[in-house]
């Protein structure tokens, strides 16, 4: 296992769209900085999600982790989740996170800010892509539709399988 570092992620970027849309001003060292989806206002205590903007997708081969910026945490903003991405992943991202900052003020993270470092990762093994409910998660059936000929591709014969565990026509359904 090795993280993939900037020139296998840029090759990795023009092949697949791993992180959609890509912006390569957010290569971050080893990773790339996601930003957020919408303004965010945690109070004193408060508990909330920060959705990332771009759409991540996690072939078979590959996991990916994610940290937050240093300077929320400076700020007062505490991490909940393990920040684990699995393989065979497509969605937007969430952050859990509560300010617990000194002053008891409210912690704002604005629409745009970079916010989440995120680094791929290569696996070793059989690939065991991910089945669960997150699965195109904070999607529209539109963003879904584009990445279709990617997993189709990614995934071959086990594709029908997985949409069915992904309930992939339910979801495109029910937008």
Do not use: C
């Not at 206002?41 to 240093?70: D, G, R």
């Amino acid at each position: 296992m090795s993280i993939l570092g900037k020139s296998e992620l840029l090759k990795m970027v023009k092949r697949l769209p791993i992180i959609h849309p890509f912006d390569e001003k957010y290569m971050d060292g080893d990773g790339y900085v996601l930003t957020v989806m919408e303004d965010v206002k945690l109070q004193y205590l408060e508990h909330k999600n920060v959705i990332s903007n771009e759409i991540v997708f996690t072939p078979p081969n590959i996991v990916a982790h994610l940290t937050a910026k240093s300077r929320y945490g400076r700020a007062g903003l505490s991490f909940l989740n393990a920040a684990k991405v699995h393989s065979g992943f497509v969605g937007r991202l969430a952050l859990e996170i509560v300010n617990l900052n000194n002053e008891r003020e409210p912690v704002v993270v604005k629409k745009g800010d970079p916010f989440m470092h995120i680094e791929f990762i290569t696996r070793v093994g059989e690939p065991s892509p991910y089945e669960g409910e997150y699965q195109f998660q904070y999607m529209t059936s539109k963003e879904i539709n584009f990445y279709l000929p990617y997993l189709r591709k990614v995934f071959k014969k086990d594709f029908e399988t997985l949409a069915s565990k992904w309930r992939l026509k339910e979801k495109l359904k029910n937008q």
